[in-house]
């Protein structure tokens, strides 16, 4: 079955720069959620989208945003990045808002220098 | 963690052995899901249980959920070495948000 799909697998960036995450859902999956997961701790929930319209935000810095698009892939774009920003992103996905499981993606691991 | 907290925050058990983590939460949920991550790696989804469910069972995992307390437990059944994980419980917040809020996590480790 086909599963969430996240590109990079693992970025490396300086202090300052600029990422981008991509994020595609299970076909038919039209709600995407973004989760962070620093060094040993649980995941924390960024934001999500429903019909590629925000439902949801949660701790996300101001220097970063987000958006879906009419495919519903969702990406996930960080600015000015810090040493703190380096961590697991997740993407999940399911079907409409329900209170059903999220689907997880592989994750990306962003790494700031 | 925002939600709960897990415990214990580390186990080590022989394989073969029966695995027991537990999970509290702070607010009134919609359901309640147990995920498992290995080292570093993605999220897989174990089981869902509903706030009017009590118990459900999948394979060698049993999932209660006590929501007078709340509270909720994940056994693992005659462990094996593969089970080593970590084991990550999560809700909703029962506000009409659809987001997972996490608990801390157990860290599970099945010596063969």
């Known amino acids: 079955a086909a599963g969430v799909i996240q590109s990079p697998r693992h970025l490396i960036k300086e202090k300052r720069e600029t990422a981008t995450l991509k994020c595609y859902p299970i076909?038919?999956?039209?709600?995407v959620y973004w989760y962070q997961q620093g060094p040993g701790q649980d995941p924390q929930f960024l934001i999500s989208?429903?019909?590629?319209?925000?439902?949801d935000k949660g701790s996300i810095p101001d220097r970063f945003s987000a958006q879906q698009f009419s495919d519903y892939h969702s990406e996930l774009n960080m600015s000015s990045l810090e040493l703190g920003d380096s961590a697991l992103y997740f993407c999940?996905?399911?079907?409409?808002?329900?209170?059903?499981?999220?689907?997880f993606g592989p994750g990306t691991r962003l790494t700031v220098l | 963690s925002q939600q709960g907290e897990e415990d214990p925050q580390a186990l080590s058990i022989q394989e073969g052995e029966n695995a027991t983590m537990n999970c509290s939460y702070k607010?009134?949920?919609?359901?309640l899901q147990w995920y498992r991550q290995n080292s570093g790696r993605g999220l897989v989804h174990l089981i869902l249980i509903r706030s009017n469910e009590r118990e459900k069972h999948s394979g060698r995992l049993r999932v209660t959920l006590d929501t007078s307390k709340k509270s909720s437990s994940l056994l693992i059944t005659a462990s094996r070495a593969a089970d080593t994980a970590s084991y990550f419980c999560?809700?909703?917040?029962?506000?009409?948000?659809?987001?997972?809020?996490f608990g801390s996590g157990t860290r599970l480790l099945v010596r063969p």
């Open positions: 076909p038919r999956h039209d709600t």
């Open positions: 607010t009134s949920i919609n359901n």
């Open positions: 999940a996905s399911s079907p409409r808002r329900t209170y059903n499981e999220q689907f």
């Open positions: 989208f429903y019909e590629k319209m925000q439902s």
């Open positions: 999560a809700t909703d917040v029962g506000d009409s948000s659809y987001k997972l809020i």
